[in-house]
């Protein structure tokens, strides 16, 4: 099977050969975001975990500029983000549903017997290396504050 960086590039170039100028250019920002994050000081080529997780970031500096444009009353601009957004996710693994979001949320809670709101930090520590690139951040968050007030 080909790796992500393969994949990306051929999937740029077909892009280009069908002049779609929306993938081109995110998938053009994205391997140089990439390039970037390999040239950086001590850094060395990135394998796929490790594109995963620059995609996850420039997905989520897209989800911050959404509602800066939302908030600027530039919904143009906000929807552009959007589709930029949905070109990114085809180069992750399937999002977790909210349900199974939840079921991991528990599981992790029993693991490491958090009894409320103090032990996330504990609980976050344990989730995100298991949910790297499966869920953002952000989704990850929320569902542990939510199931941690339960306990409470």
Not at 35 to 53: M, T
Not at 125 to 144: C, D, F, H, M, W
């Amino acid at each position: 099977m080909a790796t992500l960086k393969e994949r990306i590039d051929a999937d740029l170039k077909d892009a280009m050969r069908s002049k779609n100028e929306l993938t081109t250019s995110v998938l053009r920002m994205l391997k140089s975001s990439v390039k970037y994050k390999e040239v950086e000081p001590g850094a060395s080529a990135l394998d796929d975990a490790g594109i995963q997780s620059v995609i996850t970031g420039l997905i989520k500096q897209r989800r911050d500029s959404i509602d800066q444009f939302k908030a600027g009353g530039r919904p143009e601009l906000a929807e552009k983000e959007e589709a930029e957004i949905g070109v990114l996710q085809n180069y992750l693994p399937k999002q977790l549903t909210a349900e199974e979001l939840t079921a991991a949320v528990q599981a992790a809670i029993a693991e490491v017997g958090a009894k409320g709101p103090k032990d996330m930090g504990a609980v976050m520590k344990n989730l995100n290396p298991k949910l790297q690139g499966k869920a953002e951040g952000r989704a990850i968050s929320e569902a542990v504050k939510a199931e941690l007030a339960k306990l409470s």
